[in-house]
């Protein structure tokens, strides 16, 4: 049973930082390419950052230069380090694994959810 399960979240100040985690169960981590997806109220989601299994990353403009993200694949887990928070980054924050050898395998975690107000 894969098992994808964020935490770290909550309200933070503008300028502020927070770090996601997720810790993945049920799949063999390090050949999935990760990634964090956020959802903000009445838009759809969007793809945040991701990290494949050589830890290639890629950022979404809105957060490059602010957010990082990396993984410990000794520890199953993928991290989000966030930084200069903007209120625009208030979201529901997901967690996914992705891996297509042939079939594609995609799954997700039940997300966390980010609040940046003063």
């Known amino acids: 049973q894969v098992q994808l399960v964020e935490s770290g979240g909550g309200l933070v100040q503008p300028g502020g930082s927070l770090r996601l985690s997720c810790a993945a169960s049920g799949i063999s981590f390090s050949i999935y390419t990760m990634g964090w997806y956020r959802q903000a109220p009445g838009k759809q989601r969007e793809l945040v950052a991701t990290?494949?299994?050589?830890?290639?990353?890629n950022y979404a403009d809105s957060v490059k230069g602010r957010f990082t993200i990396s993984r410990d694949n000794a520890k199953n887990t993928v991290f989000l380090q966030m930084s200069s928070l903007k209120p625009e980054d208030t979201a529901v924050y997901y967690c996914n694994a992705y891996y297509r050898p042939g079939r594609t395998y995609d799954h997700w975690g039940q997300g966390t959810q980010v609040t940046v107000s003063s």
């Open positions: 990290i494949t299994s050589g830890e290639i990353t």
